[in-house]
C-alpha cells in the first residue's frame, strides 16, 4: 500500500520541511488568536500587579529620581548595613522627601530602618513647593524649594 504524499511548499522544500496539512492549521490559527485574546487581557493585569511592587537591592546614595512619575507603583529598598554611618547622601524633607534624596537615609529618618540596614517601601509622589528639614534617628534631613518629584515612606 503506497502512501499518499504530503504538500511541501516551494520555500519549506528548500529547507527540507513538510507543511502543516490546512485542518491542523485551521485548528493552530484559530488556538494561537485565541491564546493571544487571553493572553493580552492577563498580560496586562499581570503587569500591572508585577509592577505594583519592585524590589531594588540599594545602596546608601540610591535615590528615587528614575521613578519619577510612577505614582502607581511601590518600591522595596533593600538597604546594606552602615554601621560607620559614611556615605549615606543627602536627604530633603521631613514625611515627604524630594526623590533625589538618599532612599536608605531617609528610611532611617522616618523610623522604618536604622544603620544596621533593612528593607523600606517608598510611594512616589509628585513634587512639593518646599520641603523642612528636620533631625530624628540620628539623621538630618536639609530645606529646600520646589522639586518636581517626591517619595514617602510608607
Known sequence: MSEKPS????????????????????????????????????CNQATQLAQNIVTINASWEDNAVEHRGNLNIQYTYVCPPNPSKTGVGTVWGTDTYSDDSSVCAAGVHAGDITFNGGSITIGMRGGLESYTGSTRNGVTTQDWGSWSGSFVVL
Open 7 to 42: 504538500q511541501v511548499s516551494p520555500l519549506l522544500r528548500k529547507l527540507g520541511r513538510q507543511t502543516t496539512p490546512l485542518p491542523m492549521k485551521r485548528f493552530f490559527t484559530s488556538a494561537f488568536v485565541l491564546c493571544g485574546l487571553v493572553a493580552l487581557i492577563g
